[in-house]
């Protein structure tokens, strides 16, 4: 069961981001040749010809390329494995002299088109967000206990204390400040926090104590939601798509500045077990809590899924942007063969990378 939510938690979000890529393809007059649900074969075709709707079951490629009464329209496929989805533009890696051809489009209605994708994953995130926030509140940055001894304690902080910044960073949701005290390790450096006590603002400088080997404040926080009315839940929607960017952002300068090594990462098997022990750990706490940790896994892998295809990496949605930005500013396009070129490369590694990954996801599971 685990393993269906996670698949359709997977098909969703793809599917979405190529949705985002077919309304503006549509929205521009680009040729969209099909759009399809899954991969492999197709088992069931619809397309709307001149003489009516048209439903095929099991169609082979050859048949799907050839059938005269399908050539420059849309078809809508169900595929067979229920992971995916695509969006099959006309003349988008190919030349193409029709004028609905991708490529043959203006520069800024191509990036229009290449960014909906990444842009729909973040507003799938936020939508989501809206129902996790109204189901179970934002989790309010107060100060759940403190230690006694420890430089919290002894700069004055007292058990309901709101923290709003630290070190100038303004914080919204408590897991804000896991994740600054994660990608910013404590020192003897002092630590400036802003916080708010019976409405009223007041900053403290704590001096973190040595305690074996490491640095400590002496303090916990969260364990408290509190529900929102509907411009609060605007904001922390909004909050809880921020979090999850900068989450995963700050995940992949880890991974670039060696911090985290790189079989630490997590692919589609991986993120498979992910979701099956949040599901399984929220079973405990009832329907609602089940439903409240699925809708927290799709944000985060939605609002990654954006992330990753923005970076700059041939054969993603961003390694196309940095090619369509350089012919927006020089005013003509790089030869089409050398960019189909590049992106082939960042394909090919890519996918080894992919497989690397995979290899990581099945030895930890061994």
């Given at each position: 069961?685990?393993?269906v939510?996670?698949?359709?938690?997977?098909?969703?979000?793809?599917?979405?981001?190529?949705?985002?890529?077919?309304?503006?393809?549509?929205?521009?007059?680009?040729?969209?040749?099909?759009?399809?649900?899954?991969?492999?074969?197709?088992?069931?075709?619809?397309?709307?010809?001149?003489?009516?709707?048209?439903?095929?079951?099991f169609?082979?490629?050859?048949?799907?390329?050839?059938?005269?009464?399908?050539?420059?329209?849309t078809?809508?496929?169900?595929?067979l494995?229920p992971?995916?989805?695509?969006c099959?533009?006309?003349g988008?890696?190919?030349?193409?002299?029709?004028?609905?051809?991708?490529?043959?489009?203006?520069?800024?209605?191509?990036?229009?088109?290449?960014?909906?994708?990444?842009?729909?994953?973040?507003?799938?995130a936020?939508?989501?967000?809206l129902?996790?926030?109204?189901?179970?509140?934002?989790?309010?940055p107060?100060?759940?206990?403190?230690?006694?001894?420890?430089?919290?304690?002894?700069?004055?902080?007292?058990?309901?204390?709101?923290?709003?910044?630290?070190?100038?960073?303004?914080?919204?949701?408590?897991?804000?400040?896991?994740?600054?005290?994660q990608?910013?390790?404590?020192?003897?450096?002092p630590?400036e926090?802003t916080?708010?006590?019976n409405?009223?603002?007041?900053?403290?400088?704590?001096?973190?104590?040595?305690?074996?080997?490491?640095?400590?404040?002496?303090?916990g926080?969260?364990?408290?939601?509190?529900?929102?009315?509907?411009?609060?839940?605007?904001?922390?929607?909004?909050?809880?798509?921020?979090?999850?960017?900068?989450?995963?952002?700050?995940?992949l300068?880890?991974?670039?500045?060696?911090?985290?090594?790189?079989?630490?990462?997590?692919?589609?098997?991986?993120?498979?077990?992910?979701?099956?022990?949040?599901?399984?750990?929220?079973?405990?706490?009832?329907?609602?809590?089940?439903i409240?940790?699925i809708?927290?896994?799709?944000?985060?892998?939605?609002?990654?899924?954006?992330?990753?295809?923005?970076?700059?990496?041939?054969?993603?949605?961003?390694?196309?942007?940095?090619?369509?930005?350089?012919?927006?500013?020089?005013?003509?396009?790089?030869?089409?063969?050398?960019?189909g070129?590049?992106?082939?490369?960042?394909?090919?590694?890519?996918?080894?990378?992919?497989?690397?990954?995979?290899?990581?996801d099945?030895?930890?599971?061994?």
């Open positions: 069961m685990n393993i939510i996670a698949v359709l938690i997977f098909t969703v979000i793809i599917v979405i981001h190529e949705l985002g890529h077919f309304l503006l393809a549509k929205k521009n007059g680009v040729g969209v040749i099909e759009f399809s649900v899954g991969m492999g074969p197709r088992i069931i075709t619809l397309a709307k010809t001149k003489t009516g709707l048209k439903t095929v079951f169609i082979s490629q050859d048949k799907f390329e050839q059938r005269e009464d399908w050539k420059d329209i078809k809508y496929s169900w595929k494995f992971i995916g989805g695509s099959m533009m006309l988008e890696d190919e030349a193409n002299p029709s004028p609905d051809a991708f490529n043959n489009k203006g520069v800024w209605a191509r990036i229009s088109v290449i960014f909906a994708g990444p842009l729909f994953n973040f507003i799938l936020f939508v989501l967000s129902f996790i926030v109204g189901l179970a509140g934002y989790d309010k107060v100060i759940s206990q403190l230690e006694p001894g420890f430089p919290m304690e002894e700069a004055g902080f007292l058990v309901g204390d709101e923290i709003t910044a630290i070190n100038g960073k303004h914080i919204f949701i408590s897991r804000e400040i896991s994740n600054i005290m990608f910013n390790p404590l020192s003897g450096k630590v926090i916080y708010v006590r409405g009223e603002k007041a900053v403290a400088q704590v001096v973190p104590k040595e305690v074996e080997g490491g640095y400590r404040l002496g303090f926080y969260g364990g408290s939601y509190e529900k929102t009315g509907p411009a609060g839940l605007v904001k922390y929607g909004l909050i809880e798509v921020k979090y999850w960017i900068e989450l995963t952002i700050e995940s300068g880890q991974l670039i500045t060696g911090k985290v090594s790189a079989k630490e990462v997590a692919g589609p098997v991986g993120i498979v077990g992910m979701v099956g022990n949040a599901v399984d750990a929220g079973k405990s706490y009832g329907l609602l809590n089940v409240a940790v809708l927290r896994m799709s944000i985060l892998i939605s609002a990654n899924l954006g992330v990753m295809n923005l970076l700059p990496i041939p054969a993603l949605d961003g390694g196309r942007l940095v090619f369509l930005l350089i012919e927006a500013f020089r005013g003509r396009p790089i030869d089409r063969e050398k960019e070129m590049v992106h082939f490369a960042g394909l090919v590694v890519l996918m080894l990378f992919m497989v690397f990954v995979m290899y990581n099945i030895t930890r599971l061994l």
